[in-house]
């Protein structure tokens, strides 16, 4: 398995986390983010994991301090359905009924523990389609 991910300022301490753990379970890890703590602008690691995530259709976990600005800068690309998530049943329902490509957690409101666990269920959960389908072909404007 292969996973995008990328960050900004905000999330050094939980990135690290979450390299840690993505590449003890075997888990190929493009990274996109930022090592610095000094201030850099989200959409500059965003826009490459979109890129890669719609390449190379593996999925993608961004992380800032909301999960704001990364969730609607991921949005803006066709084939992108980046989804907020804090728990892991709201992870869960992102990829079951959503078919979401791209977690997005908020490092300054969500536990290390949690996170993890909300990666954790979003990589193990598949897209139920059915009657979700015919919603997430509707998602998109054009």
């Known amino acids: 398995m292969k996973i995008h991910i990328g960050n900004d300022h905000a999330a050094g301490d939980l990135r690290r986390e979450l390299l840690s753990w993505l590449e003890s379970n075997g888990i190929e890890v493009i990274d996109h983010g930022t090592t610095e703590d000094s201030s850099v602008d989200y959409p500059d690691h965003v826009h490459p994991l979109a890129e890669g995530v719609l390449a190379d259709g593996a999925l993608g ?3 800032c301090g909301s999960a704001n600005g990364v969730c609607m800068t991921a949005n803006k690309y066709p084939g992108i359905r ?4 804090w728990r892991p049943d709201i992870a869960g329902l992102a990829r079951m009924h959503n078919d979401a490509n791209v977690l997005c957690l908020p490092a300054r409101f969500i536990a290390i523990p949690d996170a993890l666990d909300c990666v954790r269920t ?3 959960t598949s897209f139920e389609g059915g009657r979700h ?3 997430v072909a509707k998602i998109p404007c054009a």
């Open 82 to 85: 980046a989804a907020i998530a």
């Open 122 to 124: 979003f990589l193990e």
């Open 133 to 135: 389908q015919r919603r």
């Open 61 to 63: 976990i961004l992380i």
